[in-house]
């Protein structure tokens, strides 16, 4: 989303030049508003945006607001196998089979993990990449992936592990 590899478009490939974040839009509603991030608002890897490791795949946009501070924030942790194993993998997004900037919510049980993707059964569609892939922990929605693929059998996202954890840190502050 914010380092585009291996889309097959001349010219398309590398860093996304503006990303306009609309919190809670609902079709043409905004009721947080906007705010357009550029420049070098963007994160991600080596992994991703040198190699194109699809174990990597992960960013981030940092605001040039506190947009946060009315919106409220996702926790994010990092879970064992046998959590992550036994839990429902939820995404909310903006899937591009539905009406314009109509948010949409599936949930559907983790099928699989490895050291850095977790696998699961919940319906996505092009337009929900990047989205939180979360748990929830007393009330609260905790991320434990990054929403990246859709297969045949299963979606994926790369994993939340030490590194990527460490890295979200890094990025938030």
Known sequence: MVFIKNSGVPGRDGWVRSIQVIPGRNGAQQPFGSVV?????????????VNGDQNFDYGAIVLPTNLGNTTGWFGFGVYNDATLSATTANIAGYPADKPAGTQWYHGARVTAVNAQKVFYETDTIGGQSGSAVYRLVDGQRM????????????NSGTRIDT????NLLAWRA
């Open 37 to 49: 991030a550029s420049g070098g608002a963007f994160r991600s890897v080596t992994g991703w945006t």
């Open 143 to 154: 991320a434990f992936a990054i929403h990246a693929y859709g297969g045949s059998t299963a």
């Open 163 to 166: 590194s990527v954890f460490n």
